[in-house]
């Protein structure tokens, strides 16, 4: 499911409400540094014909007439979204893009919140991490708590090591969101209920201490077939013991 716009919506969001979306990258192809089994985007492989990445100037004129138009129409937004097909930060003027968008939507749509959608693999890099402390809504990707288990799910690409991406989120010193999808595949040998999965996860979680985590499944279609989703039952009692340690979880079916 390629974003076929450059800003795209709004769309209500299972996490977010009414999110106006910002796709940092092709129209009509994928660029990411994971390959999810559950990406609703599909297959790296298969989004490489538009390798075309928007420029600054592009996203922050497309993203002015949208906003005037809501505005005009009356239409409420609750967050400015960056989701596109892939991971955001990889445009090379994201740190500049942020800035733009904060300005418009001071501008047109000031109760708005600025999110940003990120596998959190480029918060090491001090230009990325600045531009994400600007926004309202940092929301950094962990899956599993191993390498070996990430490689099963997320597929990252080379030089992936999750300890440098837990170091990393510590700069936040817990000023973010931690996003976790939940699923389960015998062929991928990935089950989130697992303990070497579930318990290693929440270690990282009490060690970052992240302000809230979003707990989710897959709820669209996906690359890999036979992929299993968790009811919203089964994964409150899955992270009942960071709940009744007080840590502020959305979950989501």
């Known amino acids: 499911m390629l974003r076929e716009e450059t800003v795209f919506g709004p769309i209500f969001s299972r996490r977010l409400?009414?999110?106006?979306?910002?796709?940092?990258?092709?129209?009509?192809?994928?660029?990411?540094?994971?390959?999810?089994?559950?990406c609703e985007c599909g297959w790296n492989k298969d989004g490489r014909d538009d390798t075309v990445i928007p420029t600054a100037e592009k996203v922050r004129t497309d993203l002015e007439a949208m906003l005037k138009r809501l505005q005009s129409e009356g239409t409420q937004v609750d967050s400015i979204t960056f989701s596109g097909d892939g991971e955001p930060t990889i445009n090379p003027e994201f740190p500049q893009i942020i800035d733009d968008t904060l300005a418009l939507r001071d501008k047109y749509a000031p109760t708005a919140k600025v999110s940003v959608l990120s596998n959190?693999?480029?918060?090491?890099?001090?230009?990325?991490?600045?531009?994400l402390c600007k926004v309202d809504n940092p929301i950094m990707k962990i899956d599993a708590p191993t390498n070996e288990l990430i490689e099963r799910i997320n597929k990252p690409a080379p030089g992936y090591d999750i300890a440098r991406v837990v170091e990393a989120l510590k700069k936040f010193e817990g000023n973010f969101v931690l996003q976790t999808c939940m699923l389960r595949s015998?062929?991928?040998?990935?089950?989130?209920?697992?303990?070497?999965?579930?318990?290693?996860w929440m270690d990282i979680v009490r060690l970052l201490k992240p302000r809230e985590v979003m707990v989710y499944t897959i709820d669209r279609p996906t690359p890999a077939e036979g992929l299993q989703k968790f009811t919203v039952e089964e994964m409150t009692a899955l992270v009942k013991p960071l709940l009744d340690e007080g840590f502020k979880i959305q979950i989501k079916g």
């Open 17 to 38: 409400g009414t999110s106006l979306g910002i796709n940092l990258l092709p129209e009509k192809g994928k660029i990411c540094n994971f390959d999810c089994i559950y």
């Open 120 to 131: 959190a693999t480029r918060v090491h890099l001090p230009q990325v991490f600045a531009a």
């Open 186 to 200: 015998a062929e991928y040998d990935f089950d989130s209920a697992r303990g070497e999965v579930l318990e290693g």
